[in-house]
């Protein structure tokens, strides 16, 4: 009905022009004009058609990409030496909804014991380092008691290392090595684990949510946590590996969606391990290394700028001045900050999006980084798959 109503306006169009008028004639000579016009009317509304197919075709593909995607993302989460990441990861599965399970808990003792035996040593080769002498006379057999120490087959503490730690820690002298702490570097969270030497030696102990997230869970090769996001299944894999091996590990990791690079903002004046390097230029090296990978062409970047307490804390004492010649802008905390991040954002030629979020990387209450990853997820997987369907170049 709707294709002779139009066919009879055309017709009527047609057959009202003036006699005379050029038109007519033209439509004279052609007795079908009035169908020949409905014949482009409908090709017209073909191409719409078409586009709108086209314009449907392209919505399916993207949301099949993203729905595909979706079902197993992998975000690669990178750093060097001290920089957080393993408690950011951890950080993240403390806030998984089923949490940490009992055997999982009770497992992640013998690493806060480790942890806490290393932070010892730490102090012991520090105050070796600087020649300075314990004030009680005691603590020289304590510190030859504590370098001497085996766990035993289940990892735990007895009460005597534990005292021995203890007592150690609290000699007049650590006062002192810590008044020179830019002339040596402890082990991340010693002060921490230290002062808790005599819980962690309890014969009942149960790490703490708290001891878990500071704890050092040091990994060879790449350690693999699994997520639920707001229905999204997310592979977090932890990278180890020493910057010199990075070309032999980076072909792996193809296709990734997200990068999340932990940068610690509180060890500008430390020392990275096994280099004359500071840490901030080694933690700048692989930065700039991986944004501009071509294997990452497409990735996003979370940037987490992590020890955020340990900075404000620092500046303080330890002029930011003293390490970047062209800074000026004294214990300022956002001045300095957006300098170090300048640092990064100034070697991410391949133009990257990257997304800078300071962090207070050890706060077991803290959920931003699962909020700013779920974020960054799903605009990267919107992207990639209008990228895909050919929309985005």
Request: net charge neutral.
């Amino acid at each position: 009905m709707a294709a002779v109503q139009l066919l009879s306006t055309f017709a009527t169009a047609a057959s009202s022009a003036s006699p005379t008028t050029p038109k007519r004639v033209g439509l004279a000579r052609h007795a079908a004009a009035p169908y020949l016009l409905a014949r482009q009317y409908f090709a017209g509304n073909a191409l719409a058609r078409r586009a709108r197919a086209r314009s449907t075709q392209i919505d399916a593909q993207i949301n099949q990409q993203a729905v595909s995607v979706k079902r197993e993302c992998k975000i690669l989460v990178l750093g060097t030496e001290g920089s957080g990441k393993s408690t950011i990861v951890r950080q993240m599965r403390l806030h998984e909804p089923k949490g940490i399970s009992p055997d999982d808990r009770l497992a992640a003792r013998s690493a806060v014991v480790a942890h806490l035996l290393d932070s010892a040593h730490a102090v012991l080769d520090a105050l070796e380092k600087l020649d300075l002498q314990f004030v009680d006379p005691g603590n020289a057999d304590n510190a030859d008691f504590v370098r001497g120490y085996v766990l035993d087959a289940e990892d735990k503490l007895n009460s005597d290392i534990a005292e021995a730690i203890r007592s150690l820690w609290h000699d007049v002298v650590v006062a002192t090595l810590m008044g020179r702490s830019g002339e040596f570097r402890l082990v991340d969270n010693a002060t921490y684990f230290l002062e808790a030497a005599g819980r962690i030696g309890a014969d009942d102990y149960v790490p703490t949510d708290e001891d878990m997230l500071k704890a050092r869970a040091p990994v060879g090769t790449v350690s693999q946590t699994q997520l639920q996001l707001d229905g999204m299944s997310i592979h977090l894999l932890e990278v180890g590996m020493q910057k010199s091996t990075k070309s032999r590990w980076i072909q792996a990791f193809d296709d990734i969606t997200s990068i999340v690079f932990c940068a610690s903002l509180g060890d500008y004046d430390a020392q990275a391990t096994g280099t004359t390097r500071k840490a901030l230029d080694e933690s700048l090296v692989l930065f700039e290394d991986t944004v501009n990978s071509s294997w990452f062409q497409h990735t996003s970047v979370i940037l987490l700028l992590t020890k955020l307490d340990l900075f404000e804390a620092k500046l303080a004492t330890v002029p930011l001045k003293k390490y970047a010649s062209d800074y000026d802008d004294g214990a300022d905390v956002g001045a300095a900050m957006k300098y170090i991040l300048r640092q990064y954002m100034n070697r991410n030629r391949a133009n990257l999006l990257v997304y800078p979020v300071p962090v207070e990387a050890t706060d077991p209450t803290a959920t931003v980084c699962r909020r700013i990853t779920l974020t960054v997820v799903k605009d990267t997987i919107l992207q990639s798959a209008l990228r895909t369907s050919g929309i985005l170049c």
